[in-house]
């Protein structure tokens, strides 16, 4: 069984910065892309960044120069810093991975989510 975990979501102040944590674990052969993605209320889930397993990187628009994914392979970890943080970042974040693991004997390919974290930025 493959679980994503995230950790890292709270309330900070406009212009403040945040971390997210996603640790995946479990039966995990590799680990392929991680990427987080964001819901607001009353909006649709939307990509946030993504990242590769060799490490290329892509980014909404609207966090570009402000948001900065990476992730530690030898720890099934993505990190997303979060600076220059505005209200209209306030969604819940959520952790997405492209895992290959061991079920039933044989190696699986799936897409995992994590439980999602809530960011709110407010004065």
């Known amino acids: 069984q493959v679980q994503l975990v995230e950790s890292g979501g709270g309330l900070v102040q406009p212009g403040g910065s945040l971390r997210l944590s996603c640790a995946a674990s479990g039966s995990i052969f590799s680990v392929n892309a991680m990427g987080w993605y964001r819901q607001a209320p009353g909006k649709q889930r939307e990509l946030v960044a993504a990242i590769t397993s060799g490490g290329s990187t892509n980014y909404a628009d609207s966090v570009k120069g402000r948001f900065t994914i990476s992730r530690d392979n030898a720890k099934n970890t993505v990190y997303l810093q979060m600076n220059s943080l505005k209200p209209e970042d306030t969604a819940v974040y959520y952790c997405?991975?492209?895992?290959?693991?061991?079920?039933?004997?044989?190696?699986?390919?799936?897409?995992?989510w994590g439980q999602g974290t809530q960011v709110t930025v407010s004065s």
């Open positions: 997405n991975a492209d895992i290959q693991s061991f079920r039933g004997g044989y190696l699986r390919r799936d897409d995992y």
